[in-house]
């Protein structure tokens, strides 16, 4: 398996506008995880997913910030409009299970820079 | 509170030598807690964890002590190596994971 796929690796866009990432999960997997991390605060759990249906999002900061799973296979996390201040690194991680009994896969990352 | 923090940001040892990296919680209402290593521009990585009721754990390398009575979590490394150099976070878990700030681990020569 080729892990937990985030794309894009990179993102530079301007305030203002829309700004998608993306995730595939491991397959088989039936958690999935959203992660902000910042030097000032670290690494945030946005939000997450179990068998596909929203869990907990009680970390996603304000309504600009959305996600959905529409599929095992897929996620999606939105900004809109986007602000500097959500500058950071943005992870996907999934697992068996949503209690962390077994470890949880993280992606790659996606650096959001908005200027 | 829900926190879960790290005493020491930057932590260097020699090659070889054991490293201790440390963690303070303040919620006890955990299943489990948790230590991850990040390198360089990758994603976390899970290390080890250990249950609320066990006071230590080992693994290849690396060993985790739960101090319950002072809230305090520690990841030992035996023999640290140039590889080992990386952030480490402690998590715990209710229902969800959430990690401290990390502590970025320095091996030198």
């Known amino acids: 398996d080729a892990g937990v796929i985030q794309s894009p690796r990179h993102e530079v866009t301007e305030m203002g506008q829309e700004v998608t990432l993306r995730c595939k999960p491991i397959?088989?997997?039936?958690?999935l995880f959203w992660y902000r991390q910042t030097m000032m605060r670290g690494l945030e759990l946005l939000i997450y997913?179990?068998?596909?249906?929203?869990?907990?999002d009680s970390g996603m900061p304000e309504d600009r910030f959305s996600a959905k799973m529409p599929n095992a296979s897929f996620s999606t996390l939105k900004i809109q409009p986007s602000e500097p201040r959500d500058s950071a690194v943005y992870f996907c991680?999934?697992?068996?299970?949503?209690?962390?009994?077994?470890?949880?896969?993280f992606g790659q990352g996606t650096r959001l820079t908005v200027v | 509170g829900e926190s879960v923090g790290l005493h020491l940001p930057t932590l260097s040892v020699q090659e070889g030598d054991n490293s201790i990296i440390n963690c303070a919680y303040s919620?006890?209402?955990?299943?489990?807690f948790i230590w991850y290593k990040q390198e360089s521009g990758k994603g976390p990585q899970f290390i080890i964890d250990?249950?609320?009721?066990?006071d230590k754990r080992q693994g290849q390398r690396v060993t985790v002590l739960l101090n319950k009575t002072v809230k305090h979590l520690s990841l030992q490394i035996a023999a640290t190596q140039p590889g080992d150099s990386a952030v480490y976070f402690c998590?715990?878990?209710?229902?969800?994971?959430?990690f401290g700030t990390g502590t970025r681990l320095q091996v030198f020569p």
């Open positions: 991680a999934s697992s068996l299970t949503a209690t962390y009994r077994t470890e949880a896969f």
């Open positions: 397959s088989g997997h039936n958690s």
């Open positions: 250990i249950r609320s009721n066990m």
């Open positions: 998590g715990r878990n209710t229902d969800k994971l959430i």
């Open positions: 919620n006890s209402a955990s299943d489990y």
């Open positions: 997913f179990n068998n596909n249906v929203p869990i907990d």
